[in-house]
Nanobody, 123 residues
């Protein structure tokens, strides 16, 4: 599967952004999907994951209550709605896909990655 992330940009503290990740192929519903992010000089970190059917979601503590992950299997797209952003959320955001059903908050299960989209939050 090929992934194409979009929707990043520049926003002020307290603002909102919505990211999208479009997947190619006809097997999107067989993949658990996730968003990760990487700030300059830092390791890539987990943000959120959603199960194949969309019935299960999980979030990093740092974004819980502010970010919402969702998916539309008919459109082969996963979304990340980000509200109440602050400068600590500044990073390149990556979408990822895996058919595995374990370790979904970790990097290792994901074997497909999008190219990343920059999110910058100004103070």
């Amino acid at each position: 599967v090929q992934l194409q992330a979009s929707g990043g940009g520049l926003v002020q503290t307290g603002g909102s952004l919505s990211l999208s990740c479009a997947a190619s192929g006809r097997t999107f519903s067989t993949y658990n999907m996730a968003w990760f992010r990487q700030a300059p000089g830092k390791d890539r970190e987990f943000v959120a994951t959603i199960s194949k059917s969309g019935g299960f979601t999980s979030y990093a503590d740092s974004v819980k209550g502010r970010f919402t992950i969702s998916r539309d299997n008919a459109k082969n797209t996963v979304y990340l709605q980000m509200n109440n952003l602050y400068p600590g959320d500044t990073a390149v955001y990556y979408c990822a896909a895996t058919t595995r059903d374990y370790g979904l908050a970790q990097l290792y299960p994901y074997n497909y990655w999008g190219q990343g989209t920059q999110v910058t939050v100004s103070s």
